[in-house]
């Protein structure tokens, strides 16, 4: 699968351990950055992730900023980005089956490595339940679209 992947300053540090967890699940990394420590602004990197997933070049797309919190704020601006913000593997489980999280959010000054690279592991495999899951997105989303015409 083609994930795209993107963090700011904060989330540096838990990037490459990321990429090569992705790696060796045998999925394909469009890393859009950043590649240091050196200050950025998140929603850059947010915009980078989301266009990649919302433009179909990627499934889904993983953002890691200090504590998630601004990515996954500055993610779901974006119509048909539904971003989750796990600091547990339930969470990350759930926000795939029920509610077909299509970016995951990661907070590099919460999480430890081995924890991070666990909730991206069942992220990824888990699959979205549908039937009266999918009945909520539609709303949600039916919502936004209603909101971005006023
Ligand atoms: C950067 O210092 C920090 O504010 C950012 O990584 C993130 O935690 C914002 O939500």
């Known amino acids: 699968m083609k994930i795209a992947l993107g963090c700011d300053h904060g989330g540096y540090e838990l990037k490459d351990g990321v990429v090569n967890l992705l790696a060796e699940l045998g999925h394909e990394v469009v890393d859009c950055g ?11 990197f947010a915009e980078a992730v989301c266009s ?4 179909g070049n990627c499934i889904m797309g993983v953002l890691i900023c200090g504590t998630g919190i601004g990515m996954s704020m500055a993610a779901n601006r974006h119509p048909e980005i539904r971003a989750a913000l796990c600091h547990e593997q339930f969470s990350a489980q759930m926000s795939r089956e029920h509610n077909d999280a299509n970016v995951l959010c990661l907070g590099a000054r919460v999480l430890g490595p081995g924890l991070a690279q666990e909730i991206v592991r069942t992220w990824l495999a888990t699959e979205f339940a549908a039937g009266r899951h999918l009945t909520r997105i539609e709303m949600f989303s039916a919502m936004e679209l209603l909101n971005d015409k006023k």
């Not at 990649?52 to 433009?55: R, T």
């Open 34 to 44: 950043t590649n240091s420590v050196a200050s950025v602004n998140y929603p850059d």
């Open 52 to 55: 990649q997933v919302k433009g």
